[in-house]
Structures are given as C-alpha cells and as structure tokens.
C-alpha cells in the first residue's frame, strides 16, 4: 500500500523551519535522537531505538565449507529486511530501491572494512569454515535506517559468541555452550554510519533525520567512520553537489558522533556482562517498561525558554492568593470523610487557577521539571509553562 | 512569546454506547473471530470465513444479513467508492493521459484526461499538446473535488471532474477522518450558515473554504483564487475544522446539520480550547441532544 502522500502545506512548513534552524522535536542541526540498545537472553541478539526508528539484529552461526579462492577464511553474511509492520509501504516480499540500497551500504560498511576477523573463523581450512549469518529486520520506520541498522548489527556483532571448537589429529568436536563456554568474535575495529541530509541544494544540512525530514531532504550523504577516525565508507545520493569543505566538515562531525556512540555500545555490552555475571536479570524483558506509575516517566529534556522568569513573575504578581485546600481527609460523622474543599464548578476558570499555582513553583527553576503538585486541589492536573519567540499557528493569530 | 498548555497524562474516560443515539440498539457488533452462527445454510459474504463449519468475522463491524447472505460490514475501514460518490483526493503522480489520486482507498483513484474539463470549458478532443501540458492542470499535491465515475474490476475507482462544482481545490483546510462517518446524503456541497462552505466527501476527506462571491465560472474549477482571505473567515474555518476533529473522535455521524449544531455548540469557547478533551465531550453531547431534539 503506498504511504499517505506528504501535503504541500507540511512540505512548506518542514522547509521553512528548516531554513531557521528549527526541527520538528526540537533538536538541534548536529543532534542524534536518543538512542537505546538493548540485548537479548541469546547471545548476538540485539534492539536498537533510534528515536523511534526500532530495529533488530540477529547473529547465527553455521559451519559450512569455504570458497574455493580463500580457503582459510570463514564467511559473512548480511540481510536488511524491511517488514510490513515498520511502514505501510513496505510490502513482504518486494524488493524496493530502498532495500537494496541499505543492503549494498551495510555490507559496504561491515564486510568491506574488514572488521571481523575471518581468518579467525577457520575451523579446518578448505573444509570447514564458520559462516556468520547478520539479519537486520527493521520494526518501526522514522527515518535514518542505515545508522540504527548499522549500530544494531555491529552491536549485534560484538555480542555474539560463537560455539567452541576442539581439534584433536583429524577429529572437529564442536563443543556446545552446555560443555564449553562460547567464545567472542574476533572485532578489529567497530564502523559506525552516520547520516547527513541535505535541504535546499545542499545549503542546509541535518544529522539523523527524521522520516518526514527524510521526505523533503534533497540528498544524504553515509558517512561509515570508526573511533580510530578511519573512514570506511562514504557514499552520497540524491544527486546534489557537494563542496569539498562540506564534506570535510561532515567528516569531522561523524567522528564526533561515532566516539559517541562507540561509547554507547560499549557500555551497553558492559551493562549485559555484568548481569549475566552476576546473575541478574538480563534480556528484553528486563528492558521492557513495566505497568507502573512510572512507566510513563520520561527524561528532563532541556527545553528552550529565555525569558521565563521575568514573564512568570509578572503573572505571579498578577495572581490571586490560591484557596486553602485541606490536604488530609476529615471525618465529618462516623463513616464518611471528606478531602478538599468543593470548589465552584466555573468552566475555563478552574484551569486559569491551577495555572497560577503551578507557576509558583516554578519561579524559583530555570528549566522546567513537571512535577506533581501534593497540595493540588483534585482536578484535571495541569502545567503552565511560557516559551519564547517561536510564532504558533493556532486558529486565532 | 505566548502561553502554552502542558498536561499529564490521565486515564481517559471511556465513550460509553449507552448515551449515544438508539442507532445502536438491535444492531450485532462483531469482532475477528466472533463466530456469527454455526449454521451452514447460509451464504458467507464479505468480511466473514469459514471456520470449522462455524461462519466467523474477519472485521470488527455490524453483521448484515440479507434472506441467506450474511456478511460482515467493518466499522473502520478504507474508503470503498460507489459510482456517484463524492470525494475530495490528492493527487500523487502524473502519467500518460492519466493522473493518480489518493483518496483513502486501498488502491489511488484514476483521474482520466478525457473526464475533466480544460479551462475555457469547451468540448474538445485531447490533444497531444494537452498531454504535455497536463502539469500545468494538476500538479503532485493539489487537492481536487471529483465524482466516481466508475469502478475497474481491481476495485480501483475511476474519477470525473466533468462539472463546474468539482475541479481544484483552493485555499481552505483539509480534514482526513473514517470514511465511515460520512452520511450519504442528496449533495456534498453545502454553504454553512455560519460564514463558511464545507465539502463533505464520501471517503472521509472534509473540505472546509471560505465561501466564494459571485465570481466568473468560466475557468471550470481550474482558477484557484490566491486573495487573501480575511481573519473572521478563517476563524470561522479554524473553528470548524475543531468541531470536525472532535465529533470524528467521538464517532459522530458527519452531514451538514451535525456539523452545524456542533458550530453552533462550540461558540462560548475559544477555538483552540475545543481540542481539549473535556470541552470536546460537552460539545458533543450538547450535538447529540440537539440532534436527538431534532428528530423527536
């Protein structure tokens, strides 16, 4: 099914704001989304969240016999998969463009940079050779596939523990993990892709687009990098022109961001040695949020507001004293009880109050936390806060 | 700078039947799976399977039964076009003699060259010429208003612009909603009282514009009139399209009546507090009652 086309008033709009430096979740031109990763009970079982962008790696391993012009050398083998769940317009089965080039990109980054060890991967040479199987299937589409694809499987990767093997004179025992603890691939190095995406002919640049960003870009630039600075592939599409300096300056952003994410990765490998360590709980699971009150819960995410302590003062001083409302409950006759006060039912100035009580609290804070205020009177809860600058369309302006 | 509204979130309430008009009563709802009758003399229609000897749903909607055909016709679903319907699209490609219109259905609608009308509204074979120049007509992204003309075998409808009520669209504000909202009435087209025209399309796509004055109807729909349009119509318009989203989210029958009523109900408020979903609930049911009053 072909995805809802994208409205020429939301086109405009993207293009616009692109044009002040303003993104749709607030970023900024150089910022990533964030990004979780999280392992499974399997080794070699990786989910990366790049934003909302959701995508799973798996690593298998089976033995089989080696090609006849490297005989020493095991075999990697990677496969994207599109899934229908992840867009309405991906379809099983159907080979799109976009497919094919995520495949082409990965294995350019991953095989091509030989970061795996394939000698390694040689059980008897000429007969039996460890062959890797990566599969990358992606669940949810919000743009930036190649990075997230690319983080998943190289975690996915590092992951993995491959069976061990025993030779004794002609006899290849291959040990379970019952008998024998399975052992880690052999990794040189751990490429990372990062997007650039072009507006306007190239004058404008975002890193890690977003899926509607990605839909009025005009061209984007792969840029495969390890945290030793070493490039391992760099590919351009769209057709638009770049300046040497602009690439340059892409480069130098990549790195920045790749050390960042190698960081990620490896704590994220950490955090998973560690529990199964020490026996803790690991796996999905474990990462899922749970049905608690909590579940919710969202980080402090920096918000931009320049003058909100002269503006909340003003309304403060504006304000009225806000009623005294009984916090515990009162027993008024054996049986029954009573908390709060009732309040007169004044539709739209019940909410104009609890705005004001609310922004109390918040003078004394530069950036805003939500908090949950104990000493509410009971009703729909509400937060006033005052941003600065940017024009809103609402219906009356 | 302006004020901006922050909530947590809380549980919503549920949008319970029982207060809503007595369409409901009588009426057998189903969910995929339910099993609709275990005997086998009847014929199985769409949106039903056999299971085991048991004639079960597929979709989750009302069981229809007509002498020995049930079937099943789903609440929610993609637009499904009958000739005569009238449908607001996009258009999304650009072919040979042909264009592509995406109209909330499962396959894009075909608008043919031959079933508009060229600006200058005369009867004419379609030149090559006017193949080259279709772009210049529509274009990816316009909006236009058009009638089925007819269904193909794949279930792909065939559109016409062959009247001067239908052509492209202009300035206004498009509403996407379920297509199962729309009541089928006489026309589509109506000039709301309150200062704006509204173009309800049978595939769930609403057009709200503001009413044009008596202007030349020669260009046949083609002339998209870029004045600027004034605040209190636009007000009109924001306030209106509110009021669709929120009857849509309370499962309103759309036709022109409902949707003035939920106009007129929404005036104490300010436009952008009918989004909340407390001022949504009272406007809806001060509709509903109005609307029941009406029958009754």
């Known amino acids: ?397 | 700078g302006m004020a901006a509204n922050m909530r947590l979130p809380t549980i919503r309430k549920q949008v319970s039947l029982s207060s809503s008009l007595s369409a409901l009563d009588g009426k057998d709802l189903v969910v995929p799976g339910d099993v609709i009758t275990s005997d086998t003399g009847f014929m199985r229609g769409h949106g039903t399977y056999m299971d085991e000897e048991k004639l079960t749903a597929s979709v989750a909607g009302e069981v229809e039964r007509v002498n020995k055909l049930i079937c099943v016709r789903p609440l929610k679903t993609r637009f499904n076009g009958e000739v005569g319907d009238v449908v607001v699209g996009r258009i999304t490609e650009v072919q040979q003699k042909r264009w592509k219109v995406d109209t909330n259905s499962r396959l894009d609608s075909v608008l043919l060259l031959s079933s508009v009308n060229l600006p200058g509204g005369e009867l004419r074979r379609r030149s090559a010429e006017d193949e080259l120049t279709m772009r210049d007509y529509l274009q990816e992204g316009d909006l236009i208003s058009a009638e089925v003309q007819s269904v193909f075998s794949d279930g792909a409808l065939s559109l016409h612009t062959r009247s001067l009520k239908y052509g492209k669209l202009g300035q206004g504000v498009l509403v996407q909603l379920s297509p199962s909202l729309i009541k089928r009435q006489k026309t589509h087209f109506h000039n709301l009282p309150c200062g704006a025209s509204i173009i309800l399309g049978n595939n769930g796509f609403v057009w709200l514009y503001p009413t044009p004055g008596h202007q030349d109807e020669e260009a046949g729909g083609y002339y998209t009139s870029l004045e600027p349009v004034s605040l209190s119509d636009r007000e009109v318009i924001s306030r209106l399209r509110n009021c669709l989203l929120a009857l849509g989210a309370h499962k309103v029958l759309l036709y022109d009546t409902s949707v003035l009523y939920c106009y007129e109900s929404s005036l104490p408020h300010q436009i952008k507090d009918i989004l909340k979903p407390e001022v949504m609930e009272e406007i809806v049911m001060m509709t509903r009652q109005k609307l029941v009053e009406l029958e009754g």
């Open chain 1, 1 to 397: 099914m072909r995805d809802t086309p994208l409205s020429n008033c939301e086109r405009d709009f993207l293009l616009k704001a692109i044009q002040e430096k303003k993104r749709l979740d607030g970023r900024q031109t150089y910022d990533y989304r964030s990004i979780k990763i999280s392992f499974g009970t399997d080794y070699g079982c990786c989910f990366v969240d790049l934003g909302k962008t959701r995508i799973m790696a798996q690593v298998s391993c089976e033995l089989i016999t080696p090609k006849e012009n490297r005989p020493n050398e095991g075999l990697i083998f990677f496969n994207i998969e599109l899934s229908p769940m992840a867009s309405p317009a991906f379809e099983m089965g159907r080979q799109s463009e976009l497919l094919v080039k995520l495949n082409r990109q990965l294995e350019r980054c991953l095989r091509n940079s030989k970061c795996i060890d394939t000698e390694s991967l040689c059980v008897v040479s000429g007969e039996k050779v460890w062959q890797i199987r990566v599969d990358v299937h992606l669940l949810n589409h919000d743009g930036n596939l190649m990075d997230a694809a690319s983080i998943a499987a190289i975690a996915a990767l590092c992951h993995f523990r491959r069976p061990d093997v025993g030779i004794q004179g002609e006899e290849v025992t291959v040990y379970s993990t019952e008998e024998r603890d399975p052992i880690p691939l052999s990794i040189y190095h751990m490429p990372i892709c990062v997007s650039f995406s072009f507006f306007q002919q190239g004058t404008y640049l975002l890193v890690d687009p977003c899926e509607r960003e990605e839909r009025v870009m005009d061209g984007l630039l792969m840029i495969a990098m390890n945290k030793h600075r070493e490039i391992c592939s760099i590919q351009s599409s769209g057709g638009i022109m770049l300046l040497k300096d602009q690439v340059l300056r892409c480069s130098k952003i990549a790195s920045v961001k790749v050390s960042e994410i190698t960081e990620l990765i490896n704590k994220a490998l950490e955090n998973d040695k560690k529990a199964r360590k020490t026996g803790g709980k690991f796996g999905f699971a474990e990462s899922l949020p749970q049905e608690r009150i909590t579940a919710l819960k969202t980080d402090v995410s920096p918000v931009e507001m320049s003058d909100v302590k002269e503006k909340a003062n003003e309304i403060v001083q504006r304000a009225e004293v806000p009623p005294q409302t009984v916090p515990s409950p009162v027993l008024t006759a054996p049986g029954t009880g009573q908390v709060g006060e009732g309040l007169e039912n004044s539709w739209g100035l019940k909410e104009e109050e609890e705005e004001e009580e609310e922004e109390e609290e918040e003078e004394e804070d530069e950036t805003v936390e939500l908090k949950m205020d104990e000493t509410d009177s009971p009703g729909p809860r509400s937060v006033c806060a005052v941003f600065h600058g940017h024009s809103w369309q609402d219906g009356t302006e």
